[in-house]
Antibody, heavy 119, light 106 residues
Framework: EVQLLESGGGLVQPGGSLRLSCAAS????????LNWVRQAPGKGLEWVSV????????YYADSVKGRFTISRDNSKNTLYLQMNSLRADDTAVYYC????????????WGQGTLVTVSS | SYELTQPPSVSVSPGQTASITCSGD?????YAWWYQQKAGQSPVMVI????KRPSAIPERFSGSNSGNTATLTISGTQAMDEADYYC?????????FGGGTKVTVL
């Protein structure tokens, strides 16, 4: 059974940093593209970032480019999102999402971890 | 940047058909995905590549995409289909979501 378990969320002050983790199981981690998607309270889904199977290719939404860094450790079956220079509008539930091979569907999602940026 | 527009809400009576639209420039030239999110839950894919339905998704869910509009249709809507629905496309290696449509089953 595919499982994605996010952690690392919490309350952080504006300008601060946080690192999210997504521990994966139930599939061959190193064979799949992974994404972060976020959802502000009461708002819609917003794609954040994607990383290739090896970690060699990454893309970011304009809203986080230069502040967030996606990475993965295939030996630990874990996806990361390093978030720096956090702003109030980064407050959201952050989901990790696995892509299906070759189809680019988000076929599995984690339960999400809440990040609150506030003083 | 590419934008997708959805109506904020759609209301439907049980057993009737709900149609949720998603508009974008030349959307029909791209593949569209649809995700369902029930209150307090993570999203679930219900349609991929315009018209394909994952095996676990009921047959009453169908999709189409032509011109500037993709449409998710729920035939014989049930109370359990009440949820937010999001369309999504890939644009230059980045994913774009529509603003979401809340489907209310009255």
């Amino acid at each position: 059974e595919v499982q994605l378990l996010e952690s690392g969320g919490g309350l952080v002050q504006p300008g601060g940093s946080l690192r999210l983790s997504c521990a994966a199981s139930g599939f061959t981690f190193s064979s799949y593209v992974l994404n972060w998607v976020r959802q502000a309270p009461g708002k819609g889904l917003e794609w954040v970032s994607v990383i290739s199977e090896t970690g060699g290719t990454t893309y970011y939404a304009d809203s986080v480019k230069g502040r967030f860094t996606i990475s993965r450790d295939n030996s630990k079956n874990t996806l990361y999102l390093q978030m720096n220079s956090l702003r109030a509008d980064d407050t959201a539930v952050y989901y990790c999402a696995k892509e299906s091979s070759g189809i680019r569907s988000f076929d599995y999602w984690g339960q999400g971890t809440l990040v609150t940026v506030s003083s | 940047s590419y934008e997708l527009t959805q109506p904020p809400s759609v209301s439907v009576s049980p057993g009737q058909t709900a149609s949720i639209t998603c508009s974008g420039d030349k959307l029909g030239t791209k593949y569209a995905w649809w995700y369902q999110q029930k209150a307090g839950q993570s999203p679930v894919m219900v349609i991929y590549q315009d018209t394909k339905r994952p095996s676990a998704i009921p047959e009453r869910f169908s999709g189409s995409n032509s011109g500037n509009t993709a449409t998710l249709t729920i035939s014989g809507t049930q109370a359990m289909d009440e949820a937010d629905y999001y369309c999504q496309v890939w644009e230059r290696s980045t994913a774009v979501f529509g603003g979401g449509t809340k489907v209310t089953v009255l």
